[in-house]
């Protein structure tokens, strides 16, 4: 069987869907994009790129030699093409503004440029997570700088998400909002291959991930919930469950799309002004949005994620996503 890449998926997409170029274009930059930062996360201690910056991202965590790169690595592959209004990201306060010199195009790209840092240092898979929102006409038309109002629509908006794993295999997870297609990174071609073509979540499933050390701190529904999946048979949901937890959101996410399961960062006590640790618009919607072209569900205990109005950039939420049964079983818990 011919092997279909990524750039023969994206045309035949567009024949059949009516995907604009500019989109297909965007995939195809930020793919690229990640396959360099692939490059540059696997030469580890060769390439001099472990350990920390002695900087704080906007979040206030320490920036890893890594993040920094990646990042820049993003902002340069797509600053120049002409397919954006502007960026977004997890690395930095502000909006990032196309320069002058460059056109500017109707799409926002959002990322976490590398998910998963603390990992990175021990060798553990870590990911990019982006998301593609377009630019309302209202920001667009403006040839000044592009405020932060722009990008806060709700996922339900989002016109594409996905991510990348650097794992055992280097892997691009993508919808479109027409299902989910995973891509394998042929490194002898340099091309992402088809090998996943239509993904779906289990509805039912007997994992969990979650941090546990966090279990003091959570609210009732979720002491609730999980002291019943920990019960296993002898308790009210009458079966055994497994627990992992990778702390690489794009890691197990990657699991759960894969085999199913029920991912977990509620949001706890230990900070009152944060509702969760995840962020909203470059972590919780684009997964959420990929999660659910696969049959999966995503909440934050209370409400859909896709359907959460943004007040901030970089505002976080908690997150409960994945097999479809599980996050309406633990949502119903927060209403009871
Ligand atoms: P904790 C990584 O820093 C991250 O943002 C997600 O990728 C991951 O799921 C979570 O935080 C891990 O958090 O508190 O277990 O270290």
Redesign the pocket.
């Known amino acids: 069987m011919s092997r279909v890449t990524l750039s023969r998926f994206l045309i035949e997409q567009t024949r059949s869907h009516n995907t604009p170029a500019d989109l297909r274009f965007l995939i195809e930059v930020v793919a690229r994009a990640c396959k360099r930062i692939s490059y540059e996360v696997s030469k580890g201690a060769l390439g001099g790129v472990l350990g920390s910056m002695d900087t704080e991202n906007v979040q206030g965590e320490v920036q890893k030699k890594l993040d920094v790169l990646s990042n820049e690595i993003l902002l340069e592959a797509n600053e120049w093409g002409g397919h954006l209004a502007g960026m977004a990201s997890e690395e930095m306060d502000k909006a990032y503004q196309i320069p002058g010199k460059y056109p500017k195009g109707a799409y926002l790209l959002v990322f976490d440029p590398l998910?998963?840092?603390?990992n990175i240092d021990v060798n553990v898979s870590v990911g990019t997570i982006f998301s593609v929102l377009r630019c309302p006409d209202e920001c667009f038309s403006q040839n000044d700088t592009l405020g932060e109002e722009a990008f806060l629509q709700p996922g339900t908006r989002q016109v594409a998400a996905g991510y990348a794993i650097y794992g055992p295999q280097t892997m691009l997870m993508l919808t479109l909002g027409d299902g989910v297609k995973g891509f394998t990174l042929d490194r002898e071609m340099g091309s992402f291959v088809l090998t996943h073509d239509s993904i779906q979540v289990p509805s039912s499933t007997a994992e969990f991930a979650i941090?546990m050390s966090n279990q003091r701190h959570w609210e009732a529904p979720v002491q609730r919930y999980v002291d019943e999946l920990l019960s296993g048979e002898e308790g009210p949901l009458g079966k055994n469950y497994n627990m992992r937890?990778i702390?690489?959101?794009?890691a197990?996410v990657h699991r759960i799309l894969t085999r199913g399961g029920l991912f977990m960062?509620p949001r706890d006590a230990r900070d009152p002004s944060k509702p969760g640790?995840?962020r909203l618009m470059y972590?919780a919607n684009p997964m959420s949005f990929i999660i659910e072209q696969a049959g999966g569900a995503a909440t934050d205990g209370r409400q859909r994620i896709l359907d959460i109005e943004p007040t901030s950039l970089h505002q976080r939420v908690a997150v409960f996503l994945g097999s479809r049964e599980e996050v309406e079983r633990v949502t119903g818990y927060h209403q009871a």
């Open positions: 998910d998963g840092s603390s941090n937890w702390a690489s959101m794009v197990d960062y640790k995840l972590e």
